[in-house]
């Protein structure tokens, strides 16, 4: 069974901070990751992607994948407000094609003002 | 403007009756997939296709049929046999090449009268 963790939350961070989001997936196979953000009553949005160990930025994003100890996380810099909302981790087994993807539950992500 | 647009919004159906859920993509993409996303639940995979006149069962196809006739529209009819099909639904279309991120339209609400 493969699986993508994550802690559904909420997990709270003042306006202003870092705040960081984990995900740990079970194929140590897997290819591709994927951060998407859901608001209340909306379809995700793609956040951000990872293929290669390290980190990648775009922005106030930070995506950062370990594939050793099969781990991915969002880092958000100077949160504000609007990013209150679930993120979703979402995984792509190895194997190729265009298959789906497998997701997590999703963190909710309060932000303080 | 490029993107992915499902129809309707909100869906009721009623006990015996099959109800069809529209997608349609001006993205020029090969692949096109249907989540089901139940509260506080990540996204399950459907069916998916990766090319006219082909489709694949996801993680939850039991319920469920497809097609894609053409490469803009992947149309999902949910069945009476479908038991449980109080959900959000939602569509997603990506490039044909593998790790390419995929793209969600605003998804269907459907529910029981």
Request: hydrophobic share 30%.
């Amino acid at each position: 069974q493969k699986e993508v963790e994550q802690n559904s939350g909420p997990l709270s961070v003042p306006e202003g901070a870092i705040a960081s989001l984990n995900c740990t997936y079970s194929d140590r196979g897997s290819q591709s990751f994927f951060w998407y953000r859901q608001y209340s009553g909306k379809s995700p949005e793609l956040i951000m992607f990872i293929y290669s160990n390290g980190d990648k930025e775009d922005g106030r994003f930070t995506a950062q994948l370990n594939k050793a100890s099969q781990y991915v996380s969002l880092l958000i810099r100077d949160s504000q407000p609007s990013d209150s909302a679930t993120y979703l981790c979402a995984v792509k087994w190895s194997g190729g094609g265009a298959d789906g993807l497998t997701f997590g539950k999703g963190t909710h992500l309060i932000i303080q003002p | 403007d490029g993107g992915i647009t499902q129809s309707p919004k909100y869906l009721f159906r009623k006990e015996g009756q099959n109800v069809t859920l529209s997608c349609e993509q001006n993205l020029n993409h090969d692949a096109m997939y249907w989540y089901r996303q139940d509260p506080g639940q990540g996204l399950r995979l459907i069916y998916y296709s990766q090319i006219v006149n082909d489709f694949q069962k996801g993680d939850i196809a039991e319920g469920y049929s497809v097609s894609r006739e053409k490469k803009e529209s992947f149309p999902l009819t949910v069945t009476s046999a479908q038991k449980n099909p109080t959900a959000f639904y939602l569509c997603a279309s990506s490039q044909q090449i593998s790790n390419q991120p995929q793209h969600f339209g605003d998804g269907t609400r459907l529910s029981i009268l």
